[in-house]
């Protein structure tokens, strides 16, 4: 079943291009990783498909529902927006601001008016979910970098949405924090969540990722390949190892 579906998009920053003439269906259940080198279009990709931005030209279809900035500016839908798509940012700081775990994954169902024995509920299943139970009154900022991120997509979880999107969700993790949150989003992957992943370092991620789309540095796709047709390809996997 096709999710998102990108016709034609574009953006543009006020000193140069982000995204140009893209064109992408994304099928629900699927773990896609968005590769290729800094700049090209990954995080672009992910702001948009988040809601943070809109392309300046282009349609965005969400479940047949185009995501125009129109869509945006309505309160009510952009909240749906954020219910159906989490995103747990590059650098986790921006995202932690609470004064402890527990109230930082609670923060997001508080806004929906939940009651507070549903909060409770889902703020304990998403943190042994995420195994950060046992950091539950830690001040956020006080975490390590694999923790932190933990925590991110805890806050993100909570509200149970159906697309997760991550932004260079390994960069400064050690080999054995990297390796546990692989882990966990390939069980998300299994519980039914769409992942869509950007990374710049294919070694990481080249055993968890079902589908490669690569981005050039004109902002462009230049190659979408699946795992099995990305193996077949050892020119392409040498260049991605250089990234």
């Keep these: 079943m096709?999710?998102?579906?990108?016709?034609?998009?574009?953006?543009d920053y006020?000193?140069?291009c982000g995204l140009n003439a893209l064109n992408l269906t994304i099928d629900a259940?699927?773990?896609?990783?968005?590769?290729?080198?800094?700049?090209?279009?990954?995080s672009t990709l992910l702001r948009l498909l988040s809601g943070l931005a809109s392309p300046t030209s282009g349609t965005y279809w969400l479940h047949d529902q185009a995501i125009t900035a129109d869509y945006l500016a309505n309160a009510q839908q952009r909240q749906r927006l954020h219910q159906q798509i989490g995103m747990v940012f590059q650098n986790t700081d921006v995202q932690?601001?609470?004064?402890?775990?527990?109230?930082?994954?609670a923060f997001g169902p508080r806004q929906l008016g939940l009651s507070a024995a549903t909060i409770k509920q889902r703020v304990d299943d998403c943190l042994a979910l995420t195994d950060c139970g046992d950091l539950a009154d830690r001040v956020p900022y006080q975490l390590s970098g694999g923790e932190k991120k933990r925590v991110a997509l805890a806050s993100v979880?909570?509200?149970?949405?159906?697309?997760?999107?991550?932004?260079?969700?390994?960069n400064g993790l050690t080999i054995a924090a990297q390796q546990h949150m692989l882990t966990l989003l390939q069980r998300l992957q299994v519980a039914g969540k769409t992942i869509i992943m950007a990374?710049?370092?294919?070694?990481?991620?080249?055993?968890?990722?079902?589908?490669f789309i690569i981005f050039n540095p004109t902002h462009q796709v230049d190659a979408d390949l699946t795992r099995?047709?990305?193996a077949q390809q050892p020119a392409r996997q040498a260049q991605l190892m250089t990234l």
Excluded at 203 to 211: A, S
């Design 96 to 105: 932690l601001f609470n004064t402890s775990v527990a109230a930082e994954v």
């Design 29 to 42: 259940g699927e773990f896609v990783c968005l590769m290729g080198p800094n700049g090209s279009g990954k």
């Design 199 to 211: 990374s710049h370092n294919y070694q990481q991620v080249q055993t968890v990722g079902e589908r």
């Design 14 to 16: 006020p000193d140069t």
């Design 157 to 170: 979880l909570v509200l149970n949405p159906e697309i997760l999107l991550l932004d260079e969700p390994l």
């Design 228 to 230: 099995t047709a990305l």
């Design 2 to 11: 096709v999710l998102i579906k990108l016709v034609n998009i574009c953006y």
